[in-house]
């Protein structure tokens, strides 16, 4: 064992071995839910991730079509951060991210999403096929769609032709979206009432935490909030909320954004949603009274911790390189905020 984790272990403490950890739900995508679920699964056995179903690039995109499933990329990347850190958690996290290189129509699938769908195809169930890959990977939690259905994102977004800057127009894809030039002003779904999966529904009515972000805003993160049952369920939950803020702004859909700027986004999209914490890194607020203002307003407070990779923030969160959560101490970090802000005593 590394003298870094003697240390997480000190900052966490023994909780998973005294009966008293939390129920957790994570929402949201991409890489932003995978740091979140490698956090979470340190301190907590029971864990949830409630997975966009968006994604319309790369491999998922191509089976989507293809096949007119769910995209299977972003629950793929949930499932593998849930892999343990043992042999076998790391050996099937390296296997179901594996893509193929090749010259033929396999060429860039992701052996995961492969293995998801055949098994949507043989159960006709999409959370019993996911909970057959789990147990395959022997994950430390579960895997849940947001929704049963393919969704397209779409966004209005100002100046997205650089030769007409004030015009508003609407971009199609979540790929696109992830990228587009411009200043994306909202999002919204088609179909635009789509059907929650039942189950994470349940799951947030019946958690301790529910865990927002962090994860591209506009494409991972506020999709949840545009799913009429699920933004009900997290309206009305009695779990506490805490959002957790990028590292750095995604060039494309949030270039300039500060800190409280992600807030004032979200509110608009859901102003009946009110937090309990909104969880930033230190060194990512240069603002930190007009950030507190902010989740105020949300009902929220302000918890500010050392949660990235060092040296990973001198560049933005997006591409090889870039910003990047450190899963031993924004589990600290989350841990603390679940001991600060939680009940005293055994969760359950």
């Not at 169930?125 to 994950?139: F, N, Q, T």
Request: glycine letters at 10%; aromatic letters at 4%; charged letters at 20%.
């Amino acid at each position: 064992m590394t003298v870094r984790s003697r240390r997480f272990r000190r900052l966490v403490g023994a909780r998973t071995n005294r009966g008293t950890q939390p129920k957790v739900v994570a929402l949201g995508g991409g890489r932003g839910l995978s740091a979140s679920l490698a956090a979470l699964r340190r301190i907590t056995g029971d864990l949830t991730a409630v997975v966009t179903v968006a994604d319309d690039g790369g491999s998922s995109g191509r089976l989507r079509d293809e096949l007119g499933v769910l995209p299977p990329g972003d629950l793929r990347k949930a499932l593998a951060a849930l892999c343990g850190d043992d042999d076998w958690g790391q050996t099937w996290a390296r296997v179901i991210q594996h893509r193929f290189a090749s010259e033929g129509e396999l060429h860039g699938h992701a052996v995961g999403n492969l293995l998801i769908v055949a098994l949507w195809e043989q159960l006709g169930d999409h959370v019993k096929a996911l909970e057959w890959v789990g147990r395959l990977l022997g994950a430390h939690g579960r895997v849940l769609p947001m929704s049963a259905v393919p969704l397209e994102l779409q966004a209005l977004v100002r100046g997205h032709d650089p030769g007409r800057p004030e015009e508003i127009s609407t971009v199609r894809g979540q790929a696109t979206v992830a990228l587009t030039p411009g200043e994306v002003q909202s999002v919204h779904l088609v179909p635009n009432d789509p059907p929650a999966v039942p189950e994470a529904v349940s799951a947030v009515l019946d958690a301790d935490w529910v865990v927002l972000g962090p994860g591209s805003w506009f494409s991972s993160v506020i999709p949840h909030l545009l799913v009429p049952e699920l933004l009900e369920a997290l309206i009305e939950t009695k779990a506490r909320r805490v959002l957790s803020l990028n590292l750095a702004p995604q060039p494309g859909e949030t270039d300039g954004f500060s800190p409280q700027r992600h807030l004032e986004v979200l509110a608009r999209h859901a102003p009946k949603l009110a937090l309990d914490v909104v969880l930033a890194d230190e060194a990512a607020v240069p603002d930190r009274d007009t950030l507190r203002e902010a989740a105020a307003r949300l009902g929220g407070t302000v918890e500010l911790a050392p949660v990235a990779v060092p040296g990973s923030c001198s560049q933005p969160e997006a591409g090889e390189g870039s910003a990047r959560h450190d899963p031993e101490l924004l589990a600290a970090a989350y841990d603390r905020i679940f001991r600060m802000h939680g009940r005293i005593g055994p969760w359950r």
